[in-house]
């Protein structure tokens, strides 16, 4: 559960996250900003690290395991690549000007493929750029 001066017991993580964006400005600066950051996060949780976190379970043994789990991040990794390019050629963040949720998501996506691939043995050069 979280609360702050804004809300009291609110529970479930995104929610949480959503608002904590919300009120520090994270959700960008007009509602097509706001539209692209919404698409950015559902690429990065519902696209990218559920289908990885599918894989894991799926596996039978830890070798199946990390085969299915390197490809399912490597191509979760090229769609968000993708999804970068789109603003600015992909060399600054991924909606707008400045850091927003969009970002904190994926960064925290890549941050658990890398963890799932044991630290980046296995990883697309996206996400190794975007951690480091």
């Known amino acids: 559960m979280y609360s702050d001066q804004h809300v009291q017991d609110l529970p479930q993580s995104n929610a949480i996250a959503r608002h904590v964006a919300n009120v520090n400005g994270l959700l960008g600066s007009?509602?097509?900003e706001q539209a692209r950051i919404d698409a950015v996060v559902e690429t990065a949780h519902m696209d990218s690290l559920e289908k990885a976190l599918?894989?894991?379970?799926?596996?039978r043994d830890?070798?199946?395991k990390r085969g299915e789990v390197a490809d399912v991040?490597?191509?979760a990794l090229a769609n968000l690549e993708s999804v970068l390019k789109r603003n600015n050629d992909g060399t600054g963040f991924f909606v707008g000007d400045s850091v927003s949720y969009?970002?904190?998501v994926v960064f925290n996506a890549v941050h658990n493929f890398?963890?799932?691939l044991n630290r980046g043995k296995h990883v697309h050069?996206?996400?190794k750029r975007y951690y480091n």
């Open 30 to 32: 007009n509602p097509g």
């Open 73 to 75: 991040a490597k191509a």
């Open 62 to 64: 830890d070798e199946s």
């Open 102 to 104: 969009a970002d904190l």
């Open 54 to 59: 599918k894989a894991v379970f799926a596996a």
């Open 125 to 127: 050069p996206m996400g």
């Open 114 to 116: 890398l963890g799932l």
